[in-house]
């Protein structure tokens, strides 16, 4: 196992009923919040009022309107809340999109710059404002890490800030709160879980054998509990172990004594840069793909694990156990009602080679990858996903 660091402050408050601590919580270090939200769907849910019940004690100033992919733009507007308000603490109601518009504007309250100076160079981050999230969609583990992906619309790009005053304080898991999603979205999710431990699992690995049996039960998980919560929306243990697995799936435990960059993130954002398509569409659509480009005699043997372990593939030649758990892999995006193609979704080959160049610039692609990915490599995979 590689030497490594693994400190994840977040105080997670996981179940039923949990939001009712952030009163108390809160009132440690503040009385003046900044409320942080989406497009509406928790004022559709009550839990927008649920919030102003909890917290009636305090002075709440709102941001809401937070794109999914969210833009700059909004985190220039909470930044500047911040400053005017004096803001103690920052809440996100809501999912990855909410949650990392906060963590921006936390850091961008303390500075007096464009914000997206922060993101081309962490240095710059000197203070952040304390985070608190209420997690209403289990995907992206933004609840649980440091990590937020900002998509600055002017430049076309979406590029993440990462850095350790951006680790929520605290986060509320309450896995009745994504009883109302729609099916798109709970696949989508599940997508992006599945793609973040595929991140992890699919790197050189010296001995890290605690890592890769993790990963696989965490892989299990979604494969069993993806489609139940798309056919059962209030399946509480669906929902539950789904939530649980999206926070552990990018804390870093999964990638505890192994390293290396991911290989299918940077393709796929990318994607949303240009199209603002939903992160774990892209993904779904993508990771068959590259799978397939990045099979070959040094990598099959990982694949052919994933195959044995994880579906219980029984074939005993490594290529054909390797074939079959892509395949699989490829038909549970598909049963949970992903599209397969980019030309489903209706983009076209216009703009490959552009995105293909900023992936690899912007990444450790060509560099660090599990398989090093050029960008004429890059451009293959969207051409296969076509
Ligand atoms: O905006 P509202 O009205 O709230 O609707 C949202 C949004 O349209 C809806 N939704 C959320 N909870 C709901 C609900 N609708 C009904 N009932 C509920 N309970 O779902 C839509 C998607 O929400 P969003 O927050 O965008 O989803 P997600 O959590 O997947 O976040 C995606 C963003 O996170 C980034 C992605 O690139 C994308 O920008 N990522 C962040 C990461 C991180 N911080 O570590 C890592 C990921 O790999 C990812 O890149
Ligand atoms: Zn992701």
New binding site residues.
Partial sequence: MNNYEYCVPTDIRFGKGQVECLSKEIGKIGKKVLLV??????K??GLYDKIYEVLKDYEIHELSG?E???RLASVKKGAELCKKYGIDVVLAV???????AS?HIACSAFYDGDPWDLVLDKTKVTKALPIFTVL???????EM?P???I?NEETKE?L?INHPFLYPTLSVCDPT??????KM?TA??TA?IV??IFEQYFQPNDGAFITDRLSEAALKTCFKYGPIAINDPQNYEARSNLMWTSSIA?NHLFTFGKGGAWSV?PIE?EL?AFYDI???VGLAILTPAWMRYVLSADTVKRFAMYARNVWDVQKEDDYEAAKTGIDLTEQFFIDMGLPGTLSEIGLDDSQFELMAAEAVRTSGLSTRSYVKLSAEDVVQIYKNCL
């Fill in positions: 939200y989406g497009g509406g769907s928790i559709k849910t937070i999914p992919n969210p809501g999912g990855g999109s909410s949650i990392d963590k209403t969609i289990c995907a992206t583990g933004s890490n990590g937020a992906v998509s979406k993440e709160y994504m009883y109302s999603l729609p979205q989508a999710g992006d793609s973040h990018l993130h954002h949303s939903t992160h774990g």
